[in-house]
T-cell receptor
């Protein structure tokens, strides 16, 4: 089945540790995105990538890092510099990043990260 | 300034009835896109419907329709014949103008509860 796969679904991290969230898509999409969701709020953009080996900061990139070495993969690392990392993280993709009619962004099932 | 406003934190509807979820937006760009997503308790964001600013007709997808009133800057989601499985959070989002890429700005969501 085509889609976006995120893993792990639930992750616990001790303070001071880095953690990497996986995102894989088999939709052959060029563009990929990471969003963060906090309780009672909408989604906020962390990073996005329009093409392999290229990525740009979103609105809340501090304390996060990404890589895009393969078209289908866009892992997100939550570093110890992120002051409040407990949240729900959603990966998404679209055919490309162009602003065009009907270019829909599709999401994965998300990963819950809790810092203990 | 908030670009997407969803004023209904929660809505209740009886099964088989229709329900309207409100969304207003703010932009000065003549070209924009509006999306609705459903987020069940599992966390995945499910794309429902899209409306482009230049689209002449209101978008429809099965039981979902978008009541697009451009002059009022509103893009309300109408769900006809509600089903128990429609119980979820619903987010309105706008493709942010001037960003140069496919960036979505989300509202805070409306929780819909469908009762038997």
């Amino acid at each position: 089945d085509g889609g976006i796969t995120q893993s792990p679904k639930y992750l616990f991290r001790k303070e001071g540790q880095n953690v990497t969230l996986s995102c894989e898509q088999n939709l052959n999409h060029d563009a990929m995105y990471w969003y963060r969701q906090d309780p009672g709020q909408g989604l906020r953009l962390i990073y996005y990538s329009q093409i392999v080996n290229d990525f740009q900061k979103g609105d809340i990139a501090e304390g996060y890092s990404v890589s895009r070495e393969k078209k289908e993969s866009f892992p997100l690392t939550v570093t110890s510099a992120q002051k409040n990392p407990t949240a729900f993280y959603l990966c998404a993709s679209s055919i490309d990043a162009a602003v065009s009619s009907g270019n829909t962004i599709y999401f994965g099932e998300g990963s819950w990260l809790t810092v203990v | 300034a908030q670009k997407i406003t969803q004023t209904q934190p929660g809505m209740f509807v009886q099964e088989k009835e229709a329900v309207t979820l409100d969304c207003t937006y703010d932009t000065s760009d003549p070209s924009y896109g509006l999306f609705w997503y459903k987020q069940p308790s599992s966390g995945e964001m499910i794309f429902l419907i899209y409306q482009g600013s230049y689209d002449q007709q209101n978008a429809t997808e099965g039981r979902y329709s978008l009541n697009f009133q451009k002059a009022r800057k509103s893009a309300n989601l109408v769900i006809s014949a509600s089903q128990l499985g429609d119980s979820a959070m619903y987010f309105c989002a706008m493709r942010e103008p001037f960003s140069g890429f496919q960036k979505l700005v989300f509202g805070t969501g409306t929780r819909l509860l469908v009762s038997p």
